[in-house]
C-alpha cells in the first residue's frame, strides 16, 4: 500500500536549502523537534478547549500538519547532514512524535460522529505504531517506517478532517466507523514494520 511518506525525498530536497540556513545560524536538531511539540500541544489543547464551539479554529489544523511535517524533515536533516545526532535527540525525536499526535487528535474526540473512545483508540494505536518502528535499532534492524497509516498518513487524514470542520461542515454520521477503521490500517502498519525488522536480520544473516 502507498504511503505518503515516500513522498518524504522530494520533500527534503525543497528543504535542503532551507536547512543550510537554519545550520549556518547555530539552530539544532533538537531545538526545531522540542518547538514543534510545544506548538502541537499548545494547539491541541486550544482545540480541545474551544473547538467544539467554535469549530473555525480546526482551520489552523491542516496548516499545521503540512508545517509540522517540514519541522520533522528539517530536524532530521539537520541530525544527519550537519553532525548534529545525538542519544539525546534521538528520544526526543521518538517521544516527541507520540506527545505531538496524541495531541492534535485529542480534540476529534469532542466532534460528532467521534466518541472519545474510538479517539482514544486511536492514539494508543498510533503511539504503538511509532514505538514498534523505533523498536528496530533494538534488534539489530533499522527504523522501520513501513506500513500504511504512518505519521504522515495520519497528518493527511486529520488534517483533512480539521479543514472540513473548520470549514463549518458537520461529519457524515457514517463516518463515526472511520477510527475503528483507522485502527484497524495502524494493526497492519505495526505488523508490516515487525515483519520488516525481522526479514531486514534474516537477509543480513
Sequence with gaps: MISIYQLKPAFQNLLRPLV????????TANSVTLAAMFISIALGAWLYWVGAVATGWFLLLPLWMFVRMAFNAVDGMLAREH????????????????????????????????????IFVVI???????MTGA???????????????????RAFIFGALGLWIGLGFALPALLVWLP???????????????????RELTISK
Excluded: H
Excluded at 20 to 27: E, F, I, M, P, T
Excluded at 105 to 111: E, S
Design 124 to 130: 494508543w494505536c498510533a503511539a504503538l505504531s511509532e
Design 83 to 118: 553532525q548534529q545526532q545525538s542519544p539525546l535527540g534521538a528520544y526526543l525525536n521518538e517521544l516527541s512524535d507520540v506527545i505531538s499526535d496524541a495531541a492534535l487528535y485529542l480534540p476529534f474526540c469532542l466532534i460528532a460522529p467521534f466518541t472519545p473512545l474510538s
Design 180 to 198: 475503528w477503521l483507522l485502527c484497524v490500517l495502524m494493526l497492519l502498519n505495526i505488523a508490516a514494520r515487525i515483519n520488516g525488522a525481522l
Design 135 to 153: 523498536l528496530g535499532p533494538m534488534v539489530g534492524a533499522k527504523r522501520q517506517y513501513q506500513g500504511p497509516l504512518g505519521k504522515s498518513d
Design 20 to 27: 543550510k540556513l537554519l545550520a549556518v545560524s547555530g539552530v
